[in-house]
């Protein structure tokens, strides 16, 4: 499939990564516009007509990357779809996995130094291949196993909550929390017994997966 004069838009936050996202697929050969918001796709859409959309998942306040994503799908059902995410496991930041589209991409932000990553990633969601190697969402990672409480917990942990903090937020018990963390802990694979304060190195692991933790 050529993808010359193929339309892509383009969606990301950050103005730098923006810009340089768009460079590498005009040099490409595609036809491109861009935006930081999910307000400014859906105006951009209506007359743009993308053949495929590009999309980062935290966008700000409001309608993230995959609300955004399902709207357009609706609007146009044979638009394909790319994630580009510093998130490699998306239920950290709330996502359920099953919300991302049939045939979508799903690429981790580290792939694209490899400058023609993005172009053989859109070439398969537009094709409805978009296979395993474009889909790092489904890679095992160290909080894939962790149940929704597990990682909602973690999150306040390296947020620098104590318990008594977590258990006012959670409406339970200061006991209930702890047996919690304990065991997100041990999902997690913190070593509790090792040197240096497990909620520490919790934290660290939890901005190592997921980024830093945005506050309530």
Known sequence: ???????????????????????????????????DSAAGARKIAA??????????????????????ALVLRKQMPE?????????????????????IPKNAAYLSKDRITDPKMLSL????ALRGRAGREFRDDKRDYPLAELSRSQLAVLQMVALGMSNGEIAAERETTVR??????????????????????????AAREYIRI?????GK
């Open 1 to 35: 499939m050529s993808q010359f004069n193929r339309k892509v838009l383009v969606v990301e936050d950050d103005a730098l990564l923006r810009s340089l996202i768009a460079s590498n697929l005009v040099a490409d050969g595609f036809v491109v516009e861009t935006t």
């Open 47 to 68: 007359d743009f007509d993308p053949d495929v959309a590009l999309l980062d998942i935290e966008l700000g306040n409001g309608p993230t990357g995959i609300d955004l």
């Open 79 to 99: 638009i394909a779809l790319v994630f580009l995410t510093h998130i490699p496991e998306p239920r950290v930041v709330g996502v359920d996995n099953r919300k």
């Open 121 to 124: 990633a859109i070439d398969a």
């Open 176 to 201: 209930a929390v702890e047996n919690l963390v304990k065991r997100a802990f041990q999902a997690a694979g913190i070593d509790t017994e090792a040197g240096g304060n497990p909620r520490v190195n």
């Open 210 to 214: 997921a980024g830093l933790p945005h």
